[in-house]
């Protein structure tokens, strides 16, 4: 027999867990308003804390072995030197397999500064790496076998209506060259790699200044901001600033200090950024905004930064991931005797050696899942609606009691 509809809602009616009573028979009490309105409050300070705890990304860090090959590291900086003049200024870099980039300048960008430390030239300086290697001038110390350059010989008298033609001295690039000026005979002596020291003995140099040197900038107190990026190779290696220029000859790495005549010069410099690789949220670099000033008692110094490479991978919470870097660095500075009396492996400036540790970091964002949200949001409302009612019901009845009491009905 099928059931009527009235009959179907009466067994309906059986499963309700939640039995109504009719409004005549609530009793609404001041205490219980008072329950309310601080069940309430801590329903919203709870939901806000949860929704807060849901928004925010979390970062879970994880510790692997990095099996990488065959990467290049990008190494980002951004460095000052106060008392030398970007004429005077080469950056150099060197790893573990032998790759050596003489005067590295085809990603780097020179800033001329006055003694104030304010630009001179907005214009930055850049200089491929093969013009650069054609245009350095050499000259070696005492330490080293000398390079030879031809002394320059008495010019022979013109006769009149002849075409002016002075010699080059063996700087020329083809036989017959003149080298009229001194500017035409200075930039023959920096193409062949010969120190210009000794122009002011020649004709056309006599009696006038030299230039091109960068003394007469250091006697000025002109200062450098070098900024740019290096591709290095996944090796233990270096990447200096030094003093003077320099060129490869043969197995020899030489440089040309010849402006600094008192054997004297400051490294005092700031490290404004140094990077290795991409940044990434919450990314520190321990060396940015670093100022290391030397006064006189650091005549010529060696100040080295030694810095541990740690290959990091972050994994933003869309997907997306950055193979980039962290690191970690001490310092040290040595000081050295005069720039004539120097040995193999004790050249002036600045350096940063740096390795690169086995392991690697895993960063990956993380945030709750709407599920486990939704879930806490119903314990906070069924838990300080339960605990409400426990309350209001201690405080109803422990109430009525006291009004039996005070009547006299106990």
Request: proline residues 5%; aromatic residues 8%; glycine residues 8%.
């Amino acid at each position: 027999e099928v059931a009527s509809p009235a009959g179907r809602k009466a067994m309906l009616n059986q499963f309700d867990f939640f039995p109504k009573l009719h409004d005549e028979l609530k009793v609404k009490t001041l205490s219980g308003g008072a329950v309310s309105i601080v069940s309430a409050f801590c329903i919203f300070v709870l939901f806000v804390s949860e929704l807060s705890i849901y928004l925010t990304v979390k970062k879970t860090d994880h510790v692997l072995v990095d099996k990488s090959r065959d990467v290049e590291v990008l190494i980002n900086f951004d460095i000052t030197v106060h008392r030398l003049p970007c004429k005077l200024v080469s950056i150099d870099a060197k790893d573990s397999f032998g790759q050596h980039q003489t005067n590295v300048l085809h990603h780097i960008h020179k800033y001329r500064l006055d003694s104030a430390g304010e630009y001179v030239d907005e214009s930055p300086e850049k200089i491929e790496l093969k013009q650069t290697l054609a245009t350095e001038e050499l000259t070696q110390l005492d330490s080293i076998p000398k390079v030879q350059t031809p002394a320059p010989t008495p010019q022979p008298t013109e006769a009149p209506g002849e075409k002016k033609c002075l010699d080059c001295f063996g700087a020329a690039k083809y036989p017959g060259a003149c080298c009229n000026t001194c500017e035409e005979l200075r930039q023959a002596y920096m193409n062949r790699g010969w120190s210009t020291q000794t122009l002011g003995n020649t004709p056309q140099c006599k009696g006038k200044p030299i230039g091109g040197d960068g003394a007469d900038l250091l006697a000025k107190g002109e200062g450098c901001r070098i900024s740019g990026y290096l591709n290095v190779s996944k090796v233990q290696g270096y990447f200096h600033l030094s003093p003077g220029k320099t060129k490869q000859m043969n197995t020899l790495h030489i440089y040309d200090m010849g402006a600094f005549t008192d054997g004297k010069f400051n490294i005092s410099h700031t490290v404004h950024s140094l990077s290795f690789g991409k940044q990434y949220p919450g990314s520190h670099n321990p060396l940015d905004n670093t100022t290391k000033s030397f006064g006189e008692e650091v005549t010529i110094g060696m100040f080295q930064y030694y810095i541990k490479v740690v290959p990091t991978r972050y994994n933003h919470l869309n997907g997306n991931t950055v193979e980039t870097n962290q690191f970690s660095v001490t310092d040290h500075l040595r000081i050295l005797p005069s720039i004539r009396s120097l040995k193999p492996g004790s050249l002036p400036g600045v350096f940063v050696h740096y390795d690169f540790s086995p392991m690697r970091v895993e960063i990956t964002e993380s945030r709750q899942p709407l599920a486990h949200f939704l879930t806490q949001l119903c314990a906070i409302l069924g838990g300080v609606f339960t605990v409400s009612g426990i309350i209001d019901q201690m405080v109803y009845q422990s109430m009525k009691q006291m009004k039996k009491v005070s009547l006299g009905k106990f």
